[in-house]
């Protein structure tokens, strides 16, 4: 006789390992979080990347003329990076109770981040390249894919791999655009067709490693029911 199954716990607040600077960050936030202001609630910080990625769109679009408006998108990827750092982190330490809200549009505002950054980028590269970039914007949409349906399967929420996460892709975003800055968008152009190679080998990796992680759950699983 099978026994039923006691419903999982949400845990899409917890996410599983970490990236090469989890620790650096924990210290941070023990640092910030208590001392941070009343009056702004964790909504309002994930609400904010929605400016942070109309400021990364515009920057994109005025370095058209001048590159040196990627500094102001860098600004806004640094930005989104500490209220996207916070917002979760307050919302724990003052028990505000909006943890499947939080997961919703944090992540759903995540993609809408990773899009104006390709958006931008798609300003500063010629039309024949531009498809490079839709195929980066697909593999890097896939990632997020991947875990939000490993999640769905596991009840695990992970973003980090091999020790990079989303903390290490803003700052490799930011030292792209100090690189463009300084050596002009033809060294965007060359390099584009590397990321989107590269960035699909470690998906194709990364996916495989999670099909047989959740193989492996469903036959332990399938064990312990016929026991």
Not at 72 to 77: D, P
Not at 126 to 148: D, K
Request: charged share 20%; with cysteine; aromatic share 18%.
């Amino acid at each position: 006789m099978r026994r039923k199954k006691k419903k999982e716990k949400f845990a899409g607040d917890k996410k599983v390992g970490g990236s090469l600077l989890s620790n650096f960050e924990k210290t941070i936030c023990d640092y910030i979080v208590p001392r941070f202001p009343r009056a702004i609630e964790t909504y309002h910080l994930t609400y904010m990347t929605i400016l942070w990625s109309a400021f990364i769109i515009l920057s994109g679009y005025l370095a058209q003329e001048n590159l040196a408006w990627l500094w102001l998108s860098s600004f806004g990827i640094f930005m989104q990076y500490v209220t996207d750092l916070l917002d979760g982190k307050i919302g724990k330490y003052r028990d505000t109770g909006l943890i499947k809200w939080g997961f919703f549009m944090d992540h759903f505002l995540d993609y809408v981040f990773m899009s104006s950054v390709l958006i931008a980028y798609a300003f500063l590269i010629p039309g024949e390249v531009a498809i490079y970039s839709l195929g980066i914007l697909a593999v890097f949409s896939a990632f997020m894919l991947n875990s939000f349906l490993a999640f769905s399967a596991t009840n695990e929420f992970k973003i980090h791999y091999f020790g990079f996460g989303p903390t290490e892709a803003r700052i490799i975003f930011v030292l792209f655009n100090t690189l463009i800055i300084y050596f002009g968008s033809g060294f965007l152009e060359k390099a584009i067709p590397y990321i989107l190679l590269a960035s699909l080998v470690l998906l194709i990796v990364v996916v495989y490693r999670k099909q047989k992680y959740i193989w492996k759950i469903y036959e332990s699983e399938k064990g312990k029911e016929i026991k």
